[in-house]
């Protein structure tokens, strides 16, 4: 069976698949924002934005397709960004468990950001939901239902969070004593 913590165990596995993830996730902000940038700088010629992009599925079109487009970019580039904050703060707390110490005072820090992080994105994609229904006249569909189980991760995040305080300060306790 293999080791849970420590060099060699699915902690550092698991850290380099999330450093691997990382580079996604930086190269896809870079992308997106430039996405966002052409679409701005394309939007004062529509005609050639709507020549290299199929935007006919949203049905919108003329002036408000260059915002819309950078919209959608600048959307999907804030939920890379959420998750470029996630996996930097996953990443710290592996990098404790593969040096043997899952106790680390800043890891209920990094839960905490997590946990809000996590909260932020959900209730980011109410408001794209609903800008989208009322800026686009649904013309552009973003799921705008509540996810049950986004929420019940944040709460189990945050839970996580309080375990881990109350180890790093019993830990601090213990090396006190002699």
Do not use: Q
């Amino acid at each position: 069976m293999m080791r849970a913590l420590g060099r060699g165990s699915v902690s550092s596995i698991l850290k380099v698949i999330l450093d691997v993830f990382r580079v996604v996730l930086w190269i896809g902000v870079a992308m997106a924002s430039v996405g966002v940038l052409a679409a701005l700088l394309l939007s004062f010629r529509p005609d050639l934005l709507g020549d290299i992009s199929d935007f006919d599925l949203l049905d919108v079109g003329g002036p408000v397709l260059g915002p819309a487009a950078a919209a959608l970019f600048l959307i999907f580039d804030l939920y890379l960004i959420g998750g470029l904050i996630v996996v930097e703060r996953l990443r710290a707390v592996f990098a404790t468990l593969i040096s043997g110490d899952p106790f680390h005072p800043e890891n209920a820090a990094r839960l905490r950001v997590i946990a809000l992080t996590l909260a932020a994105l959900e209730v980011g994609r109410y408001v794209a939901a609903a800008m989208a229904h009322v800026l686009l006249h649904g013309a552009m569909r973003i799921s705008g239902g509540v996810s049950l189980t986004t929420w019940f991760a944040v709460l189990v995040i945050v839970v996580l969070a309080e375990v881990f305080r109350e180890g790093a300060r019993l830990r601090g306790e213990a090396e006190l004593t002699i």
